[in-house]
């Protein structure tokens, strides 16, 4: 088992900075891969970036160049967003997969971005 806890949300004016956090507890010795994830209402989750434990990065075409996700060791993983815009107002989830490919979400921390 794993437990993911995010923290780092808020409201922010267009064109501002947020930095998400994720702390990992639990089996994290089996954590592959992390990311972030996000839900606006009324549309499915999507993915905003991943790491692997190697450090290699993936990232959805609507945050790249304004987002960056970093890992400072297994159990911890962060996620700057800079210029943020309206369109990325949601609900964001951390995400980690395990070697055998189990799944875990945190609860979510909301981010608002106002015009």
């Known amino acids: 088992q794993v437990q993911l806890v995010e923290s780092g949300g808020g409201l922010v004016q267009a064109g501002g900075s947020l930095r998400l956090s994720c702390e990992a507890s639990g089996n994290i010795i089996s954590i592959n891969v992390m990311g972030w994830y996000r839900q606006a209402p009324g549309k499915e989750r999507e993915l905003v970036a991943i790491?692997?434990?190697?450090?290699?990065t993936n990232y959805a075409d609507s945050v790249k160049g304004r987002f960056t996700i970093s890992r400072n060791n297994v159990k911890k993983v962060y996620l700057r967003m800079n210029s943020l815009k309206p369109e990325d107002t949601a609900v964001y989830y951390c995400?980690?997969?395990?070697?055998?490919?189990?799944?875990?979400w945190g609860q979510g921390t909301q981010v608002t971005v106002s015009s």
């Open positions: 995400n980690a997969i395990l070697t055998d490919t189990r799944n875990y």
């Open positions: 790491i692997t434990r190697d450090g290699s």
